[in-house]
Structures are given as structure tokens and as C-alpha cells.
């Protein structure tokens, strides 16, 4: 979708036309951004490393969900509006001192989706492990789908 929508002007039926004369295979790994660009995972471990230091310290309440069928009661930091406005002042005040440039969001948005699909298999496949070898609590459990445990999660 993003190759066909920035480099072929939205244009599906080219892109179907060109996936049938060179094999669909072929043309995804021809126009697939470089996921493993050293800047863009800078900047997405940047992004992870500042929104994990704001859940974990920045002080809120905590809110207790509603019990699992299994009598677990999870808690959380209540902090997701504060943080969201502290990631965009927090970046307003980098771009304004010339410290960071969001244009290169937009320059490497290709490479940050690419980036992301690998982070996600990779997340997906250790929480996969995690809940077969440590599961937090006593509600996790397989459903018997390997793709469904794999995707949805076990913990």
C-alpha cells in the first residue's frame, strides 16, 4: 500500500499489472524499504526508551482493571494522556532547539513500517516463547492455534 500510494500515484492497477509481469514475490522484495536501517532503529529505540521511561516514572494512579476469570486483578499506571502530551511537547521543544528534525519521520516512513513489521514478529514470537516457558499469571494458557496463540498471545 505505502509503495503503491508514494511511488505510483495510488495507482492499483499498475501495481497489479506489474506484480503479474514479474511475479508478486519479486516485486515485494524489489520495493520492501530497508528495514534494518541503523537511523530508522535509532529512532524507534529512542521512542521506545522515552515512552517506557514515562510509564514506568512518571508518577500516576494506579488502576486496578476488573477481575479475570481466573481471580487475577491487573494494574496499571494510569498515566497514557499525560504521556502522549509529554511525547508531543517533549518533541515541539526538540525541533524547536534544533535538536531533532521530525521531517526525517516522513523521509524514512517507509523504512519505519518496514522496521516495525520486523520489531512485531520479533515481539510476537518472544511473548510466544515467554508464555510457554514463564507465563505472568495463572489466565495464560494455549488455545490450541499456534498462529492464534501467536498473534493474540498467551499471557
Same mark, same amino acid.
Given at each position: 500500500?505505502?509503495?503503491? !500510494?508514494?511511488?505510483?500515484? @495510488?495507482n492499483f492497477?499498475? /501495481?497489479a499489472q506489474?506484480?503479474?509481469?514479474? #511475479?508478486?514475490? *519479486?516485486?515485494?522484495?524489489?520495493i520492501w524499504?530497508?528495514?534494518?536501517?541503523?537511523?530508522?532503529?535509532?529512532?524507534?529505540?529512542?521512542?521506545?526508551?522515552?515512552?517506557?521511561?514515562?510509564?514506568?516514572?512518571?508518577?500516576?494512579?494506579?488502576?486496578?482493571?476488573?477481575?479475570?476469570?481466573?481471580?487475577?486483578?491487573? !494494574?496499571?499506571?494510569?498515566? @497514557?494522556?499525560?504521556?502522549? /502530551?509529554?511525547?508531543?511537547?517533549?518533541?515541539? #521543544?526538540?525541533? *524547536?532547539?534544533?535538536?531533532?528534525?521530525?521531517?526525517?519521520?516522513?523521509?524514512?516512513?517507509?523504512?519505519?513500517?518496514?522496521?516495525?513489521?520486523?520489531?512485531?514478529?520479533?515481539?510476537?514470537?518472544?511473548?510466544?516463547?515467554?508464555?510457554?516457558?514463564?507465563?505472568?499469571?495463572?489466565?495464560?494458557?494455549?488455545?490450541?492455534?499456534?498462529?492464534?496463540?501467536?498473534?493474540?498471545?498467551?499471557?
Amino acid at each position: 500500500y505505502y509503495h503503491v !500510494v508514494t511511488q505510483m500515484e @495510488g495507482n492499483f492497477l499498475a /501495481f497489479a499489472q506489474l506484480c503479474f509481469e514479474q #511475479g508478486f514475490f *519479486h516485486v515485494l522484495t524489489t520495493i520492501w524499504p530497508n528495514s534494518f536501517d541503523p537511523e530508522t532503529w535509532k529512532m524507534i529505540g529512542c521512542f521506545l526508551g522515552f515512552e517506557l521511561f514515562l510509564q514506568r516514572f512518571w508518577p500516576a494512579k494506579k488502576f486496578h482493571a476488573s477481575m479475570t476469570p481466573k481471580g487475577n486483578v491487573p !494494574v496499571y499506571t494510569a498515566n @497514557g494522556m499525560e504521556s502522549y /502530551f509529554i511525547t508531543i511537547i517533549t518533541l515541539l #521543544g526538540l525541533a *524547536h532547539f534544533g535538536y531533532i528534525q521530525p521531517s526525517v519521520v516522513y523521509d524514512k516512513f517507509g523504512n519505519i513500517l518496514a522496521s516495525m513489521n520486523v520489531f512485531a514478529w520479533a515481539l510476537c514470537t518472544v511473548l510466544l516463547i515467554k508464555g510457554h516457558l514463564a507465563p505472568s499469571t495463572t489466565d495464560s494458557g494455549t488455545t490450541g492455534s499456534w498462529i492464534y496463540d501467536f498473534y493474540w498471545g498467551m499471557d
